[in-house]
């Protein structure tokens, strides 16, 4: 019998901390994606609220709606047999206060079967992260740049508050968080928190020195058509394979290439 690799969870997370090895952290926001990031062993997936930048074409993620949260997640959720499944909070849901938090919270994990959430800030938030935990919800705390205050960082900046960085990872691990995110902020200062914490550090633009790497996967494949930060490495030019094949289905089809016999019924 072949041995299925158990699902990910907080305490194997926190073992990859104590055995230095980096832990992955990919976007998804579909069935078909979440599958194949699955099937190649990600350790987590993240249902970020990045999809209202990448799926539906917003300037920035304060339009995305809790139901549109869950609508997504649900279909990762349905694909993970490996990777632990993270849905993101959404704007304005951890503005509003501890009871409205974990209402949303528990919200998107009775609908979605999700395992865990993800809110952003640290010290701020620190009521409800402790509120989530007890309710038996793991939660991951975003600090840094937080994407969903964007208008009051005066846009997509690098965060070099030190004392705030260290002040917010600190808060939210004493508050339970089981994962700090750090976005954005110089490695040198990622390093610094990621030394001072007994839970492991996930970044996105914060240097090599985290605990593991989070990357939004249009970024990574090439999907994205703007100008990427330089913090995304490009692992793939799937745009230009996708619009390759599509001029090819259009040639075809006028050269009355497609459909062949042995694609149609007699
Ligand atoms: O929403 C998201 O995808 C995120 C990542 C950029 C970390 O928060």
């Known amino acids: 019998m072949t041995a299925v690799s158990p699902q990910v969870n907080v305490r194997t997370l926190q073992q990859k901390k104590k055995n230095a090895e980096k832990i992955s952290m990919l976007t998804a926001y579909d069935f078909s994606m979440a599958r194949l990031l699955d099937d190649s062993g990600v350790d987590c997936l993240l249902v970020g609220d990045s999809l209202g930048m990448v799926v539906q074409g917003h300037q920035t993620t304060i339009p995305v709606t809790l139901a549109q949260m869950i609508y997504h997640g649900e279909m990762v959720a349905r694909a993970a047999k490996h990777a632990m499944v993270i849905v993101d909070l959404p704007f304005p849901v951890g503005q509003r206060g501890v009871s409205h938090t974990l209402k949303a919270a528990s919200k998107i994990m ?37 994407p969903q205050s964007v208008h009051a960082l005066g846009g997509y900046r690098v965060q070099r508050d030190a004392s705030r960085l260290m002040q917010d990872a600190k808060s939210a691990q004493q508050a339970g968080a089981f994962m700090v995110l750090m976005e954005c902020v110089p490695r040198s200062l990622a390093k610094e928190v990621t030394e001072a914490l007994e839970i492991p550090t996930i970044g996105i633009g914060a240097g090599p020195d985290c605990d593991g790497q989070v990357l939004v996967i249009n970024d990574l494949l090439g999907l994205t058509e703007k100008l990427s930060p330089k913090f995304v490495r490009k692992y793939a030019n799937v745009s230009d394979i996708a619009r390759t094949a599509v001029a090819k289905f259009q040639s075809d089809l006028q050269l009355g290439n497609f459909p062949a016999a042995a694609e149609s019924f007699e």
């Open 110 to 146: 009775k609908k979605t079967l999700c395992h865990a959430v993800k809110m952003e800030g640290g010290h701020e938030q620190s009521e409800s992260i402790a509120a989530l935990v007890d309710a038996g919800i793991p939660t991951i705390a975003h600090i840094g740049l937080r």
